[in-house]
């Protein structure tokens, strides 16, 4: 089992930065792929980036070049550090835990951390 809980949304301006954060605990956190998703009213929970427990990162097309997500394991965190914001960035943003164990996916998703960028 593993509990997460996101920090660091709020209102900020275009071209404005925020960094959001990820506490996790209850497992091995080193061991999980973390992710960070958004959600806005009305649409499906979409991909904005993934690092992976060797550190290899990807990212929505959408947010290249602007966002980068980052681990530090020894403190079971994980980061989303967001430059150059946008209007359309405005999101519930979600950090989600997730590992494949054979046939066996372990899944957990935080509550979510607005995030409005607007002038």
């Known amino acids: 089992q593993v509990q997460l809980v996101e920090s660091g949304g709020g209102l900020v301006q275009p071209g404005e930065s925020l960094r959001l954060s990820c506490a996790a605990s209850?497992?091995?956190?080193?061991?999980?792929?973390m992710g960070w998703y958004r959600q806005t009213p009305g649409k499906q929970r979409e991909l904005v980036a993934t690092?992976?427990?060797?550190?290899?990162?990807n990212y929505a097309d959408s947010v290249k070049g602007r966002f980068t997500i980052s681990r530090d394991n020894a403190k079971n965190m994980v980061y989303l550090q967001m430059n150059s914001l946008k209007p359309e960035d405005t999101a519930v943003y979600f950090c989600?835990?997730?590992?494949?164990?054979?046939?066996?996916?372990?899944?957990?998703w935080g509550q979510g951390t607005q995030v409005t960028v607007s002038s």
């Open positions: 989600n835990a997730k590992k494949f164990v054979i046939v066996t996916i372990y899944d957990y």
């Open positions: 209850g497992s091995i956190f080193s061991t999980y792929t």
């Open positions: 690092i992976t427990s060797g550190g290899s990162t």
